[in-house]
Every structure is written in structure tokens, then in C-alpha cells.
């Protein structure tokens, strides 16, 4: 007989449909799998076969095919197990067959039949939305993922034995289940509010952020992490060792306003293909910090594998990508950040097809002035050689560092200011004037598809990023004096331009410029 079940076969972020097709007919007793299936797809036979006998079925003595269709999409993964055993068992005649058509079926078998968790719900459950079908059965584990994206029916199983009955029996199993996998607890919001398509964003959550209160003095680069998150600028920390640039960088992410539905959504779905949820994960509402260590790979920072995977700068989309000790980094490891940097978003290309990876990231890098890290501190005698200056700097090329829309000199404090009992400004006040000045990007951009400052494109610019006279002629004198080019000017107006928003004032002025380009001529010292 023969059977066929859906299920889904992830490429990136895309879920592309497969339609398991199982013939179980006479002949001598083999089990051949067709349709691309890598190899740990072809490792499922021994799995499949083992759960199906511990779960108190039989496993059919006979000749069994399995097609995965469509056969040109490499199939990986675990994820193929329950669909493969289910419809060796619709087959058999075990399984209900007219319960299967619309039910995306997926989840990696034990030995002995239980269901374990598998990688990429949200975006398979969204697919499975946007085909219409009637809804998932998946791991129980894997039900809260699910349960965000609503209009999809979800069917949480533990083993192979509760999907059988599930299939056959669907009003008795949901009546077996003492409770549902619950959604996500949201809130209304008047910027954001509920749509017919998702709920409404979730409330901020309640764990602590290391606060900005805790930093000492510093006030330059405190200003520079206010402008950069109010904007979604990148920012470099250019100081001594001890100077707090790590322990500032640490404490953007609680100065950041906090994650809308829609961002929230795309933050989940990269988290959930890259198997960093975990069993009973559900939305992600705080935005992503990412601190990768200097002897990171390329692939690792950006994405990539066989079945490509997302990297770091996606792992960070909507967030943070710390860099610290940003000079340890391989050169070529850095020279990767230029793309997505500049796009917000990864291509990795395969022969077969494209993955693209969003990567809308801040990011924050921290440096040390020289090799020996003394370089301009009075207290201690820097003893490198102005070669060995020159060559240290050099490892952050030209066209890297005129993507750091900021840069900031973060001297070593006075042992008086270390020891003074005053706090800082907390981080609570400066995230309410971040959150006032983005409500005046989303105000003015209206409809544009952009989040912030950083992301006008050149278009947008006379018109959202207009200058008065005066602070036209300072800037037209800095790009001549600065020697800037054509992106350092772009990029000291979009940074004027959120000055101005954190001043409220709408249109930029030559004070904007001037504070703007201070910035810049740490970059071009």
C-alpha cells in the first residue's frame, strides 16, 4: 500500500514543502530511502525501525520505498523520523490515512519511540500558515514555538504510540490532554498594536540589565552609546585596559528599546534554526547581545555548512555583536562584517540555492590604543614604537572602519573618580530619551521599510537628512579638511540626524554636525 505525508525540509529561513511518499509491498524484506536524503536522513531506517517495534507495532516484513519529493532539495536532518515511521504505519494500515493530508508532520525518534525536540518550528509553523494548512504535529517540546504564529492548529505528542492516536483518534487524544501548550502572554500597545495576522507585542521582560549606573565618569562614550542606540549606529571603544570599554559595551543591550512582535518574530525564527531555543522555547522578547571570541571563524561570524547555518551577525539581528578586543580578530574574519554591515542581511550560496540570513545588528567593537595598550594614558608609559602603532591600527582596514559611525577615545579614570560614591545616570533614563528619539524615526519614516537612522539609504537622505545653511558649510569644510569620503559623509548626517532626534528638533543643525563629526575625527586620528 501506500501513503503520503507532508513535512519540511528547512534551507536557511525558507521551509521548503516535501511530501514523504512510503510503499510498503510484497517482495523480500529491504528499506530503501530516494529523494536526496543526507546522512543522517539515511540513518533514520535503523531508528524508525527500532521505535516502530519498541512502541508495540510491527514492522512490516516486506519490500518498503521511501520517496522524499521533491528530489532535487537535499533532505537533512532528524526531523524526517516521525513522518517516515508514520507512514510506514499508514501503510500497514496502523494509521488513519485521510487525518494525515493536512497535517505537517516532523520530529526526531528515540529507540524506544518517544519524540524528541527538533530545530526551526516558527518558520515551518508560519509556512504551514501561509499554505493553509491545517495545522503541526510536532514534538511537545517544540508546542509553545509553534503556538506564536496564530491560525495554525498545534498537536504536541510525545512518542510515537500518542501520534497514532492522535491521527486516529483526534477528539479522544485532544480530550486526554490535561492542558494546551499555551501562547505567549502579550500586551496592547498604541504603537504597535494587534493585527488579524499576530498577537500583539509582548510586554518587556522582567529580568535585570547590568545598568549604566554602575559606570564611572566615562561621559563622552556614554554619549556615544546613547547616539549610537538611539540611531542603531556601530560604535568603536578606543582605550586602555581597565577602562571600562567592555563593561560599557555590556550594558547597551538595557538602553535599547525593547523588541516590537515583528522583530521579536524574526529574532525567534534565526534562534530556532540555528537550535538555540531549546526544549519548551518559546518568543524571544530581549534583544540579542552577541560577544563571539577573537579566534572566531569566518563561517561561524556569518553563517554557512552544507545546510547552511546562521552565523553570529544573524544570531545578533536586532541586536548587539560585540567585538571585543576587536584587533584580535583575524583580518579576513573582520573583512566579512563590510556586507552585512552595509545590506543587513547574509547571502550564502550553495550550488543548489541561496540562503539569506537577515543581519540587522548594532555593532560594538573595543580596542586598545597600541600592542602594549598604553598609548596616551598618564599614568603608564606606553614603550611601542610608532611602527608598531601604525601596524597594530592597520589590522582594522579603511573600508571597515569607515562603517563605525562612531568612535570614541575611553581613557583610564583617576583613582579618585574610581573610588567616588556617585552613580552614573542609569540606564532607565537614558533608554526613555533612546525610546523618544526611535518614536520619531517610526513617526517621520512612516511607511519606508526602515527601523532607524543607520538604515536610510541615499535616496531617503536630502530628504529626511536635510541641513540648514550653516551646518552644510561645516560639513562641506570637514569633508575637505577630514579628507572624508563619500560613505564617512553619508554616515556624519545620519548620525547628525539622531542628535537631532535625541534633541527633538527636526531639522539638523550645525551644533548636530559639530557633535557628529567629533565622533568622526577620533575615527580618521
Known amino acids: 500500500m501506500l501513503a503520503s505525508l507532508r513535512t519540511v525540509a528547512l534551507f536557511g529561513l525558507d521551509a521548503c514543502p516535501v511530501h514523504v511518499e512510503v510503499d510498503v509491498s510484497f517482495g523480500f ?5 530516494v529523494g536526496l536524503p543526507d546522512a543522517s536522513v539515511r540513518e533514520s531506517r535503523d531508528r524508525v525501525k527500532s521505535a516502530i517495534r519498541n512502541s508495540g507495532f510491527d514492522f512490516p516484513p516486506h519490500r518498503i520505498i521511501v520517496n522524499l519529493a521533491p528530489a532535487d532539495v537535499r533532505k537533512a536532518g532528524a526531523s524526517f523520523d516521525l513522518p517516515i515511521a508514520l507512514g510506514i504505519l499508514a501503510a500497514s494500515g496502523v494509521v488513519e490515512r485521510r487525518h494525515i493530508a493536512d497535517l505537517i508532520l516532523l520530529g526526531e525518534l528515540s529507540l524506544d ?5 527538533t530545530r526551526g518550528v516558527l518558520p515551518i509553523a508560519v509556512a504551514a500558515r501561509r499554505d493553509r494548512l491545517a495545522g503541526l504535529l510536532l514534538p511537545a517540546s517544540n508546542a509553545a514555538e509553534a503556538a506564536i504564529v496564530e491560525g495554525v492548529d498545534v498537536v504536541p505528542v510525545s512518542s510515537l504510540v500518542e501520534a497514532v492516536r492522535a491521527l486516529n483518534d483526534p477528539a479522544a487524544f485532544r480530550a486526554s490532554l490535561s492542558t494546551r501548550p499555551a501562547r505567549p502572554a502579550v500586551t496592547a500597545s498604541p504603537a504597535h498594536p494587534a493585527s488579524p495576522a499576530f498577537p500583539a507585542p509582548p510586554a518587556p521582560p522582567a529580568r535585570a540589565l547590568p545598568d549604566l549606573a554602575d559606570v ?7 554619549r556615544a552609546l546613547e547616539v549610537a542606540a538611539a540611531g542603531g549606529h556601530n560604535v568603536l571603544l578606543v582605550g586602555p585596559p581597565g577602562a571600562g570599554k567592555t563593561m560599557m559595551a555590556r550594558r547597551m543591550a538595557g538602553i535599547l528599546p525593547p523588541l516590537t512582535f515583528e522583530e521579536a518574530l524574526e529574532v525567534t525564527a534565526v534562534h530556532s534554526v540555528a537550535g538555540l531555543l531549546g526544549p519548551g522555547g518559546t518568543l524571544l522578547v530581549e534583544r540579542p547581545f552577541r560577544a563571539p571570541h577573537h579566534t572566531i571563524s569566518n563561517a561561524a561570524l556569518v553563517g554557512g555548512g552544507s545546510q547552511p547555518r546562521p552565523g553570529e551577525v544573524s544570531l545578533a539581528h536586532h541586536g548587539v555583536l560585540f567585538l571585543d578586543e576587536m584587533l584580535e580578530f583575524s583580518r579576513h574574519v573582520l573583512e566579512v562584517l563590510r556586507q552585512p554591515l552595509e545590506e543587513g542581511y547574509v547571502a550564502i550560496a550553495r550550488a543548489a540555492r541561496t540562503a539569506i540570513f537577515p543581519a540587522r545588528f548594532m555593532l560594538v567593537g573595543a580596542m586598545n590604543p597600541c600592542p602594549c595598550g598604553f598609548a596616551g594614558d598618564s599614568m603608564r608609559e606606553c614603550r611601542c614604537t610608532p611602527q608598531h602603532v601604525a601596524r597594530y591600527r592597520s589590522r582594522l582596514s579603511g573600508p571597515l572602519r569607515d562603517r563605525l559611525d562612531l568612535t570614541v577615545d575611553v581613557p583610564a579614570l583617576p583613582p579618585e573618580a574610581l573610588g567616588s560614591g556617585s552613580d552614573g545616570e542609569a540606564s532607565a533614563c537614558v533608554r526613555a530619551r533612546v525610546v523618544a528619539a ?5 513617526m517621520r519614516y512612516g ?15 536630502s530628504k529626511h537628512c536635510a541641513l540648514d545653511g550653516r551646518g552644510a558649510r561645516v560639513l562641506v569644510a570637514a569633508v575637505r579638511q577630514m579628507s572624508l569620503s563619500a560613505r564617512a559623509y553619508d554616515r556624519v548626517r545620519k548620525v547628525a540626524r539622531t542628535i537631532a532626534d535625541l534633541a527633538g528638533d527636526e531639522r539638523v543643525a550645525a551644533d548636530h554636525i559639530a557633535e557628529a563629526l567629533q565622533f568622526r575625527m577620533s575615527a580618521d586620528g
Not at 519511540?113 to 525536540?117: L, V
Not at 511607511?447 to 537622505?461: H, K, R, V
Open 29 to 33: 524484506p529491504s528499506f530503501t530511502m
Open 113 to 117: 519511540g518517544s519524540i524528541q525536540a
Open 216 to 222: 564611572r565618569g566615562q561621559l563622552l562614550a556614554r
Open 438 to 442: 526611535r518614536e520619531r524615526q517610526r
Open 447 to 461: 511607511d519606508d521599510p526602515l527601523l532607524t537612522n543607520a538604515a536610510l539609504t541615499p535616496s531617503l537622505m
